[in-house]
C-alpha cells in the first residue's frame, strides 16, 4: 500500500468516527428533547415540590435530566435541573419536612455512558479531523506530478505535437538549456525563468507541455492552476512554497502550471476571495525572484486568458518569454490529421488534404475529434472503414449538432425554415467576401431548426471592414426572408442576431471601424474611463452599433428583393428535399 493510500484510508477512518459521534450525540439530543409538553419547567418542579405535589423523582446519576409523578396525574414529566447535588440535597431537605417524595437514583446504563461519552468528547473529535483535514490539504500529496525518466507518466513526444513547428523549436532550446546549461552560460546566456504559453482553447498548449516531459531527462513537474487555491485562507501560498520547495529539491527540473489565469489574474484591493488570490500570487511572484539560475528551475504556464494575467507575472525576470500557440494553418491541420488517423481504419477514398481545406480556423482538439465521431459513425454505420461521408457529418456533428431526423414539425415552420434559411443562401451568394455555400439543410440539428453551412477554405489573419459588414448582412439575411416573404418574424433568428450585435459591437468598440468615433478601443473601460472621451458616449457607441445592424438590414431585405426569383426557388426546393449541397446550389445559380 503506497503512502497515498494511506493518507486517503486515514481520512476516510475519521470520516466514518466522527459521522458514526455526531450521529449518536443527534440521537440522544432527540430523545432528549421529545415529547417537549411533558415537561415541567425547574421553577415549577420547585413549587410543586413545596405543595406537596410530587410523589416520586427518577434520576440517572451524572445526568441533569429527570422522570418527575406529580400527584392525580396518570404520566410522568420530565424536567432539567441545573445542579443534580444541590437538587438532591433540596429533595431530601423537603423529605425531612415531611413531605413523601420517593427519590429514585438509577446508575448509568453502558450505552448511555457511550453516548454521553461521544457527546463530551464530539468537539475535540471535530477539531483533530479539521487539523487532519487541514494537513492534507496543505500538502501537495497527490498534486504537482513528478514526471521523470524512472517512472514517466506520458510518451507522448515533440514528434507526436504537429502544426507548431515555430513553437517546438523555442520549446526544443529550453530543453537544451536544462540539459546542457554550459553551451549557453558560456556565451552569457541567462536561462530564462519562465516560459508563458497562450492562445484558445484546444490549440496544444498542454500537449506540447506533455511533449517536453516526454523530451527532457530532468523532472517535470505539473499542476493545475486551480490546484492552489482552497477554501482556507493561506494555503494558495502554502501550496505555491512547497510547490517550489520540491523544485529546488529536485533541480534542474521544469515546473508546469496549468491555467495559471486561476492563480495569476490582476491583483485587487477587494476582500474575501480577492484577498486570497493575491496573496497566492505574491507568493508566486517571490518564488519566482528567488530562486537564482544556477538552480536552473524553469516554468513552464498555460491560459487561454493572457489579458486577464497581472503585469508583474509578465515582465522579464519571470515569464521571460511568451508563446503564441495559435490554431493551425493548412500544412498544420494536415498533419494533425495524419497524426490522428494512424490508429484509425480510414479508406483509400478519404483525402485528409480535402478535409484539411474544409476545416480552417479549427483546432488541434476539433481535428481530433471530428476523426473520433467519424469512426464512432462508422461503427454504427457498419462500414469497413472510415469513409469520406462519415468524416463529413462528424464535421456537422461537432460544428452544428447532432441531426434529429425524427423531429416533426408543421408545414408552417418547415416553410418558415427553408426561407429563412435560403435567406443565408441567396443573400451570401452576391456578397464578394463571403464564402461559397457548401451545404444547406432544414432537418433540425443541434438546438438549430436548419443550417446554411459554408466552405472554409481560408486561413483568415485578419478580416476588413468591408468583410465584417457583409458578415453583417448574411447574418440577417435569414431574419430578411421572414419579413419579406412571410411578412412576419419569428424567434429562429435569435442566434443570427446575437452574432451580429457582437460583431457591431466590436467593430465600433474593439476594432475602431466608425468613422464618427473613429480609431479608439472602448471595449473593457470603466464608464469613468469612456466618458472622457466626451459627453454621452454610451449613447453614440449605441448609436453607431444600431447603424450598422439596419444597413446591413436594409442591405439583405433590397438583395432577397432584386434575387426573389432564386429565393423562392431554393425555398421550395428545401421543402421538397429537405437538403440541398453545393452543386445544387450552384447549378440554381447558372443561367
Known sequence: MNKDNKKQIMITVI????????????????????????????????KEMSYGNIEKIEMTVGSTNVKVKVKNEEEEKKSIVPNTEAFIELVQSKVAEGNEIELIQKPKSPIAQIGSGLVSFLPTLIMIALFVMIYKMQGLGEKGKVYDETERKTKIKFDDVAGLDE????????????????????????????VLLYGKPGTGKTLIAKAIAGEADVPFISMSGS?????????????????????????????????IDAIGSRRTSNSGAETENNQTLNQLLVEMDGFSSEETIIVLAATNRPEMLDGALLRPGRF????????????????????????????????????????????????????????????????????????????????VGLEKKTRKYSDKDKRLTAFHEAGHAVVSRYLPTQTNVKEISIIPRGVAGGYTMYKSDDDKYYISKTEMKEKLVALLGGRAAEKLVLDDISTGASNDIEVATGIARDMVTKYGMSDDLGPIDFQG???????????????????????????????????????????????????????????????????
Open 167 to 194: 513553437e517546438k523549436e523555442e520549446l526544443i532550446e529550453i530543453v537544451d538549456f536544462l540539459k546542457r546549461p554550459e553551451k549557453f552560460t558560456r556565451m552569457g546566456a541567462k536561462i530564462p525563468k519562465g
Open 320 to 399: 521571460d518569454r511568451q508563446i503564441t500557440v495559435p490554431a493551425p494553418d493548412l500544412k498544420g491541420r494536415l498533419e494533425i490529421l495524419k497524426i490522428h488517423s494512424k490508429d484509425k481504419k480510414i479508406s483509400e477514398d478519404v483525402n485528409l488534404e480535402s478535409i484539411a481545406e474544409d476545416t480552417a480556423g479549427f483546432t488541434g482538439a476539433e481535428l481530433a475529434n471530428i476523426l473520433n465521431e467519424a469512426a464512432i459513425i462508422a461503427t454504427k454505420n457498419k462500414h469497413d472503414d472510415i469513409e469520406e461521408i462519415d468524416i463529413e457529418e462528424a464535421i456537422k456533428k461537432v460544428t
Open 227 to 259: 490546484e492552489f487555491i482552497e477554501m482556507f485562507a493561506g494555503l494558495g501560498a502554502s501550496r505555491v512554497r512547497k510547490l517550489f520547495e520540491k523544485a529546488r529539491k529536485m533541480a534542474p527540473c521544469i515546473v508546469f502550471i496549468d491555467e
Open 525 to 591: 473601460k470603466e464608464p469613468y474611463e469612456i466618458q472622457m472621451f466626451g459627453e454621452n458616449i454610451g449613447d453614440k457607441i449605441g448609436a453607431e452599433v444600431k447603424m450598422l445592424i439596419d444597413e446591413a438590414y436594409r442591405n439583405a431585405m433590397n438583395l432577397l428583393i432584386e434575387h426573389r426569383d432564386k429565393l423562392d426557388l431554393i425555398a421550395e426546393t428545401l421543402i421538397k428535399q429537405e437538403k440541398i449541397n453545393e452543386a445544387q446550389f450552384n447549378e440554381m445559380f447558372e443561367d
Open 15 to 46: 470520516s466514518i468516527v466522527l459521522l458514526i459521534g455526531i450521529g449518536i450525540a443527534i440521537f440522544f439530543i432527540i430523545k432528549n428533547n421529545n415529547n417537549d409538553d411533558k415537561t415541567l419547567a425547574y421553577t415549577d418542579l420547585i
